[in-house]
């Protein structure tokens, strides 16, 4: 059985080495081969040469890929590159920064391996450690998810968070995807709610922990993307 890992990055040259380092050396808790795909999105600040550096060493070799863009377009867009690459049986992604450890990915394998789920998702509301940061993107969260609720008939508690594993066979059937931006996270949800409610798929949460980062240390989302996320709830529900 065969991880991918797929990592979107845009101006991170502080945390990347770091993180791919966690992520080749996370003791998953299982025999699961793993595969990095690391798409760069048109960094300026450094963080390319580092890829580069780390791609062709000794260290990563046979396990780490990273695909460049020469513009920046955006989370989604980074991602559909990416996916285009996995090889994997379970896809899962990671953001470039340090707010998530990949060390939760052992329930969310567990979950997958021992119960045959076919998503998982992580979730900053059950209980485990998070860092007390913004009430609005908090609020922004819980109006989101709740529509998603709604709309789709689900019971997510976090949709905008960046851990989400999956089988392979299910992102075949969901991709490729149309949001370029973080209304990424509406499209993919709103496409597994779909699958769930049609075909039954299994679809699972679980507890992470949690280490947000302040706007000075590097978050990029913004009160826009919120905005635009409502726009996006209803796109994926009514029209496409």
């Known amino acids: 059985m065969k991880l991918s890992i797929v990592i979107p990055v845009y101006n991170e040259r502080n945390y990347i080495e770091k993180v791919i380092r966690n992520v080749k050396e996370v003791d998953l808790g299982y025999n699961v081969e793993r595969e990095i795909i690391v798409v760069d999105d048109g960094s300026t600040d450094g963080t390319r040469e580092i890829l580069k550096e780390l791609e062709n060493s000794d260290e990563f070799k046979g396990i780490l890929k990273v695909i460049f863009h020469e513009k920046n377009m955006g989370k989604g867009g980074a991602l559909n590159t990416g996916f285009n690459y996995v090889t994997g049986d379970i896809v899962v992604i990671q953001d470039a920064d340090l707010e998530y450890d990949p060390r939760d990915w052992k329930e969310m394998l567990r979950l997958i391996i021992e119960r045959n789920a076919d998503v998982v998702y992580g979730s900053r509301f059950y209980g485990a450690s998070h860092r007390v940061l913004y009430f609005y993107h908090f609020l922004g969260n819980k109006v989101i998810t709740y529509l998603i609720n709604i709309l789709f008939n689900m019971t997510f508690s976090d ?31 709103a496409k597994i709610s779909k699958l769930a409610n049609k075909e039954g798929i299994s679809v699972y949460e679980t507890q992470i ?26 796109k994926f529900r009514f029209i496409d």
Do not use: H
Request: a positive charge; hydrophobic letters at 35%.
């Open 159 to 189: 949709i905008e968070v960046c851990y989400k594993m999956l089988k392979r066979e299910i992102l075949e059937k969901i991709k490729p995807f149309k949001s370029k931006d973080f209304g990424f996270e509406v499209e993919i949800t």
């Open 209 to 234: 922990n949690y280490y947000g980062r302040t706007y000075k240390e590097g978050k990029k989302i913004t009160w826009k993307d919120g905005i635009k996320a409502l726009w996006y709830i209803i």
